[in-house]
């Protein structure tokens, strides 16, 4: 399985960005996905979690209303919208998938395979 994170880059404060994480090894319909992000210094956080069988979707409050996750099944691909950025935004942003959905779903631990980051970095 891997997991090609690309999208990041430097914007100002205001702006969007379009996170993709390219999928192969395994088909992102029949699996959840989600987003994380780790600042410097700071412990990687959930930030978007999309579920395999009904396409659910579930974001942390410090998000919420600003960012969107969906997945383009015939590409394999997962992305993460986001608009009105914020600089506490600013971090690595990890694209994380799992077999089935857990109720853990914000849980760093409960993800079976991470994608490598592409930094966001939002100037004010």
């Known amino acids: 399985v891997q997991l090609q994170a690309s999208g990041g880059g430097l914007v100002q404060a205001g702006g969007s960005l379009r996170l993709s994480c390219a999928a192969s090894g395994l088909t992102l319909r029949s699996s959840s996905e989600g987003w994380f992000r780790q600042a410097p210094g700071r412990e990687r956080e959930f930030v978007a979690a999309i579920r395999e069988s009904n396409g659910a979707t579930r974001y942390s409050d410090s998000v919420k209303g600003r960012f969107t996750i969906s997945r383009d099944n015939a590409k394999n691909t997962l992305y993460l919208q986001m608009n009105s950025l914020k600089p506490e935004d600013t971090a690595v942003y990890y694209c994380?998938?799992?077999?089935?959905?857990?109720?853990?779903?914000?849980?760093?631990?409960?993800?079976?395979?991470w994608g490598k980051g592409t930094l966001v970095t939002v100037s004010s």
């Open positions: 994380a998938v799992r077999n089935y959905w857990s109720v853990r779903y914000y849980d760093v631990d409960v993800w079976n395979y």
